[in-house]
């Protein structure tokens, strides 16, 4: 799916930058996890700031990153939402095709 598709499901979209055309394989969080191709969503949390791992993320060949503080990530597509947690929810829905419309 491309990123610009996405976002017409992040009514809290602050901002964007980068090349937002850019084809996605998947979702993740956990930069842990990111394989290439991929969104990240950084999300802050209580403990662990997850804009920490956005390099990382990067490095381990994230195509995009979703998170709430201005930061300019040069030529890799950034979105900056009000809220990452209803972002991820949000693009997720429309990613994975509104996988709650299958259950019975």
Do not use: H, Q
């Amino acid at each position: 799916m491309i990123l610009k598709r996405l976002l017409s499901k992040l009514p809290d979209l602050i901002g964007t930058s980068g090349f937002l055309d850019v084809k996605l394989s998947g979702i993740e969080y956990d930069s842990g996890r990111i394989r290439p191709g991929e969104l990240f969503v950084a999300i802050p949390g209580m403990n662990v700031d997850g804009n920490k791992y956005i390099d990382e993320a990067i490095a381990r060949g994230a195509s995009a990153i979703i998170g709430e503080k201005k930061i300019d990530l040069g030529p890799i597509p950034y979105v900056r939402v009000k809220d990452s947690r209803i972002a991820l929810a949000r693009v997720s829905t429309l990613f994975y095709d509104m996988p709650a419309r299958k259950i019975d």
